[in-house]
């Protein structure tokens, strides 16, 4: 059975641009999470989708969105990339939320110019 | 808001030492979830604890769950060089009853000196 798979692994991107993370959840996972983990502020909750809803949200700014798709795939944007958006963002599913672990992809990693 | 913390930040052992992390909740929590995060990879999921009182053993690794709900420990006994990463706990957000996304703890990194 496949991993969750992120794409891509790594970017490295500009300030005021803007980038789209992938998710491909594990077969039959239909709650996708998202995080970002960076070495001062560990691992932030920045949304979690369900059946293409957006369920919970962190406290981010309105420059993080995301979304989900009927085959449960998920993607994230960021707009307007500053400096401190620079870290690891990991996506995480599981069959349906607030059940059992969460199952992480390896990441992608994101630097800002 | 809720928060989930965990001491130490860091911790240095010689192999075969043993390794304990704390972690704390500013809420009762239904249940708790540990993960490890070895070196440029990605968080795994290690174990789920429910129960207060709870204790759990897998090989070497011991985990706690507080009689309150609202604390927990990992205790790794005779550490090895594999054992080197860190380790993150991680409860529910709990919204009047209902839960919602895991809240981590910022983890615990562990070296081991062989």
């Known amino acids: 059975k496949a991993g969750v798979t992120q794409t891509p692994r790594y970017l490295i991107k500009t300030r005021g641009q803007q980038v789209t993370l992938s998710c491909s959840p594990i077969?039959?996972?239909?709650?996708v999470s998202w995080y970002q983990q960076t070495p001062g502020q560990g691992l932030q909750f920045l949304f979690e989708?369900?059946?293409?809803?957006?369920?919970n949200k962190g406290n981010f700014p309105g420059r993080f969105s995301g979304r989900q798709f009927s085959n449960s795939r998920s993607e994230m944007n960021v707009s307007t990339l500053e400096l401190g958006d620079s870290a690891l963002y990991l996506c995480?599913?599981?069959?349906?939320?607030?059940?059992?672990?969460?199952?992480f992809g390896e990441g992608s990693r994101l630097t800002v110019l | 808001g809720q928060q989930v913390m965990q001491i130490p930040q860091y911790q240095h052992v010689q192999e075969g030492e043993d390794f304990t992390t704390y972690c704390n909740s500013s809420?009762?929590?239904?249940?708790i979830q540990w993960y490890k995060q070895r070196p440029g990879g990605h968080p795994v999921f290690l174990i789920q604890?429910?129960?207060?009182?709870e204790v759990k053993k897998q090989k070497r690794l011991t985990f706690q769950f507080g009689e309150a709900k609202k604390n927990s420990s990992l205790h790794i006994t005779a550490t090895q060089t594999t054992d080197v990463g860190t380790y993150f706990c991680?409860?529910?957000?709990?919204?009047?009853?209902?839960?919602?996304?895991?809240?981590f703890g910022k983890g615990t990194k562990l070296s081991v000196k062989p």
């Open positions: 995480a599913s599981r069959t349906i939320p607030d059940l059992g672990e969460l199952f």
């Open positions: 077969s039959g996972h239909r709650s």
């Open positions: 989708y369900f059946s293409e809803t957006q369920r």
């Open positions: 809420t009762t929590l239904s249940n």
């Open positions: 604890l429910v129960k207060s009182g």
């Open positions: 991680a409860g529910p957000r709990e919204y009047g009853g209902s839960q919602g996304n895991l809240i």
